[in-house]
Structure formats: C-alpha cells, structure tokens
C-alpha cells in the first residue's frame, strides 16, 4: 500500500512536470513566448501541481472558467527541490505561514471520475517574491495538454477509464531526502 502523503510525478534525471490551468490568454501567450508572459500575472502565488489527474479534477477537465487550458510546466528538478526546502506547509502556525515564499497543501487524489482516494497529492504555492525564479529560471518548456484532457474526459464518461488512463503520462513516486520528506509528508 502506498503512503498517504508521497510526491506522484512524471520526472527525469533533471526535471519534473507539474500542471497549470489558465485562461486561453494566459496560455496562448505563455506558449508563443515558450515561457510565461502577460497577461500572467507576477504579483500572485501560482499553485503548480505535479498530479494531471488532481489538475484535471480542479479545472473539470479544462471547462471551469479561467482554467479552460491544461498546461504541462517541465521545470528543473534543482528548481522544484528548491521550492520544497523554502516550503512551509499550509497548516502550520500562521505566522510562519504568512512570510513563507512557498506554500505546500495536501489534498485529496482523485480518479479520472472525480472520487477522492485514500492518499493525497501535493499542490505547491510559489509566491510573489519567488516567482520571477519560477518563470524565469526553473521552467524548461511548457505544453498545451488541453485536447488529451478534453480526450480523456470525454472517454472516462462513456465508461472507457481505461482507455483514458492510458493517455496521462505515467506518475511514480518522487524521491526526496530524509529531511524534506520529513517535514512535508510525515506526521500529517
């Protein structure tokens, strides 16, 4: 049986993918620029997300306003696990909280139909004062997933999961040191 709290990704030797969802102007421009650009807004947190099937979830499949575009984010690994060392977890004291650059939650995995299932996936806030480096420096490509959402949607609800399974890229356990896992996904 798998943890409850463990980092599911797809992940090379040097990169991660974690998913997005914008609206199609945010998108279309981020995929002309190879990176992000205006309309993007710099001056929020932006939750990245290395679970395609919570994302989807999230966005109901690229049709909720504002998230009608599924974008797969590949940045550096270096990039990821620098996020994570900054990370303070949501639930701790709201102070520490408040100054952290970069925010981690856990919810609830959820199946190609939505069901929550009994272990949870990461969402990773990257703040205001971190998000230059986000875009700037840890993203290596970015890729437009929305028609292989739309796809796996419109087969999970004709009774075809399986068939929709196979289009999400695969997601494995990530590993991370003794410390971070530790501090972000033991004693929760």
Not at 66 to 87: D, K, P, S
Not at 120 to 149: A, E, H, K
Request: glycine fraction near 4%; aromatic fraction near 10%; charge should be positive.
């Amino acid at each position: 049986m798998a943890p409850q709290f463990q980092i599911r990704a797809d992940y090379d030797a040097d990169t991660i993918v974690v998913y997005q969802a914008y609206a199609p102007a945010i998108a279309d421009a981020a995929l002309r620029a190879g990176r992000f650009v205006a309309p993007y807004s710099f001056h929020r947190m932006t939750w990245i997300k290395p679970s395609l099937p919570w994302l989807m979830h999230r966005s109901n499949w690229a049709r909720k306003p504002g998230q009608e575009r599924v974008l797969a984010v590949r940045i550096t690994r270096q990039g990821w696990e620098e996020a994570l060392f900054r990370a303070v977890l949501t639930t701790a004291d709201p102070a520490a909280v408040a100054r952290a650059a970069v925010h981690v939650q856990w919810d609830p995995e959820r199946s190609l139909r939505g069901a929550p299932l009994n272990h949870y996936s990461i969402q990773v806030g990257i703040g205001r004062d971190l998000i230059r480096t986000f875009t700037d420096d840890w993203i290596v490509g970015l890729t437009d997933l929305t028609s292989q959402v739309r796809k796996a949607a419109t087969l999970t609800q004709s009774g075809h999961a399986a068939k929709a399974q196979r289009l999400l890229p695969a997601e494995r356990p990530y590993p991370l040191s003794r410390a971070l896992e530790s501090r972000l996904c033991q004693g929760r």
